[in-house]
């Protein structure tokens, strides 16, 4: 079988003006990036909120494996299949990072047939998006250290700058950082410490702003400091927010690019799920909803981490409410989850599968309780066998009363994903638009908030919260912000805090050890056990593999 990026290669491309002819969006309204990408202007985005809205389908998967899951992949293929049965649907994703495309995850653009094309450009620099955010939050940071320097009017305690830079790589080193060295010409030294883009807040911002006005003002709520007399300072006061605007103008644009099956797919904005909301904007949302009888989009790995924060963050402030949700599993990952290890998954194990079902059942639960209808999609590998895929199908049934669907898109393109086309146009058309329920009301305190996600979505017992993010907790609630929602920051492999509890434990603690306000954003980010928000590379990274070969084409980018 060839390669994702030998497929990709091979695969001939409609012009982008054709791929946008079909859902009606004129040549003249494309800011074109060569013949195969283009952004949406703003002016024919704002243009669309005359039109209704289409059905809102939300992917997600279960607890993340070494084995692989195919979330995106199934994504790619469900939006394919969907227009192959003759229902009009564009398909909603997040840009990759560069940190994980050079480190261990690999890109985001799907895989095998079921791919958003072209493929190395998406997975590389793409449009630039994550370059203008990464600009726009190293201007910010610029301009609190230059503050400092000419004469601090706004009072601003240095012990108490809330704003890290951030990078879009993978880079450890960059964590903990002394800047400001090398004498009275450079400032005034402290520590501070560097996130990934994913991670920055100006994402956060952006992936939930609805138009430019929305993101000025959203950036001007950002708190990064505090005064000596305690009182929060934001961007606003530091009259960051216009020249940010500017840089972020054009990335605001979606990005329209197709499938190998010529399916439209808006890629834009790109928050991890594990340490963000992982969702992509809601612009881009609610452009497919408006272009297409359905939109299609994934959230971050597991349903625990992005369809919770689909549900209780982008749902909440967007007014969106799926009408259904697809929970990606695999053979090979329940196995897993029922403790076979990697090399001895080509070998059958009913049994196994049957211990790490647990993952699959609770995850089931959990988007039950949002009250949003739920078909399973397995996504088939090839060393699965026949005894496996009956016995999770009678498992689903029996003990979830869910149906579980076999997909072979990533080998056979929308043909293979055809049956769960048919399952989720059926669970669309049937359910009501209504309000998502959600975990948590507004008004309950930020503690409770999180330990009622930890207790209800991931079976612990209760939560243990260090006093120095207690005290923040409580500050942010005297300054205004007890009604915000929690954004969890945990490890993505596991219910608990512990990567190595896979399965469906039950009786953990999860630790939180610290917590941010991201008040631009709306939201406060937990941060529990022992996550990063600047992830490191692994022992071998991918950009060991990646290269040029003799013509100059890229090779070894998965």
């Known amino acids: 079988m060839p390669t994702d990026i030998e497929i990709a290669r091979a695969a001939t491309l409609q012009p982008i003006t054709a791929i946008a002819e079909r859902i009606g969006i004129p040549e003249d309204a494309l800011h074109s990036y060569g013949r195969h990408i283009a952004k949406i202007d703003h002016a024919h985005i704002r243009a669309l909120e005359a039109r209704p809205e289409g059905r809102l389908v939300l992917v997600t998967a279960i607890s993340p494996t070494p084995a692989g899951e ?20 564009v398909i909603c994703l997040r840009e990759p990072s560069l940190g994980p495309c050079f480190g261990m995850k690999g890109g985001a653009a799907g895989g095998g047939r079921a791919q958003v094309v072209p493929m190395e450009a998406i997975n590389l620099h793409f449009t630039g998006d994550f370059h203008a955010i990464t600009a726009a939050h190293s201007l910010a940071a610029a301009l609190i250290d230059n503050h400092l320097y000419w004469g601090n009017a706004l009072d601003i305690d240095s012990r108490r700058i809330a704003w890290r830079r951030v990078v879009d790589m993978n880079d450890r080193a960059l964590r903990g950082i002394t800047q400001s060295l090398g004498g009275v010409a450079n400032g005034y030294p402290r520590e501070d410490g560097f996130d990934i883009t994913v991670a920055s807040e100006v994402m956060a911002v952006f992936c939930l702003a609805r138009d430019l006005a929305d993101l000025e003002e959203r950036l001007g709520r950002i708190v990064v400091a505090e005064t000596r007399a305690r009182a929060p300072v934001t961007l606003a006061d530091l009259k960051a927010t216009g020249a940010m605007t500017v840089l972020l103008k054009d990335a605001l644009q979606p990005n329209l690019v197709q499938t190998l099956e010529g399916s439209p797919a808006l890629i834009h904005g790109g928050p991890f799920a594990n340490i963000a909301h992982g969702c992509n904007s809601v612009i881009a949302t609610r452009a497919g909803l408006r272009l297409g009888d359905y939109a299609v989009t994934e959230a971050g790995f597991g349903a625990d981490l992005g369809a919770e924060k689909f549900f209780d963050i982008k749902c909440r402030q967007a007014g969106l409410s799926p009408s259904a949700v ?8 329940l196995k897993m989850h029922g403790g076979v290890e990697k090399k001895a998954l080509g070998t059958e194990n009913v049994a196994a599968l049957e211990a790490g079902f647990a993952n699959l059942a609770r995850h089931v639960e959990n988007v039950r309780r949002f009250g949003a209808p739920v078909v399973v999609a397995v996504n088939h590998f090839h060393a699965d066998t026949e005894a ?17 669907i076999t997909c072979r898109h990533w080998a056979e393109g929308a043909a293979g994903a055809e049956a769960l086309a048919r399952a989720v146009a059926a669970l669309a058309d ?20 999180i330990r009622t996600i930890a207790r209800t979505l991931y079976g612990a017992a209760d939560i243990q919260v260090e006093s120095k993010a207690a005290a923040k907790l409580a500050q942010f609630e005297a300054n205004g912000h007890r009604h915000l929602p929690v954004c969890m920051a945990k490890t993505q492999y596991s219910f608990s805090t512990d990567p190595s509890l896979i399965g469906a434990p039950s009786g953990h603690v999860v630790a939180v050890r610290d ?38 084409r890229i090779e070894g980018l998965f």
């Open 70 to 89: 195919g979330k995106t992949t199934t994504t790619v293929g469900l939006g394919d299949a969907l227009n192959r049965i003759g229902r009009r649907t």
């Open 515 to 552: 917590v941010r306000l991201s008040a631009g954003a709306g939201f406060v980010v937990a941060i529990c056990g022992e996550i990063m928000t600047m992830p490191g590379l692994p022992k071998v990274p991918a950009a060991e593999g990646i290269h040029l070969d003799a013509d100059g």
């Open 430 to 449: 049937g359910t009501p638009r209504r309000t998502p329920r959600f975990a948590y009301p507004e008004e309950a305190p930020l503690a409770d908030k």
């Open 388 to 404: 496996e895929h009956a016995a999770l199908k009678a498992l689903c049934a029996d003990r979830l009363d869910v149906e579980a």
């Open 326 to 333: 697809v929970i990606v599993a695999t053979v090979r990952a």
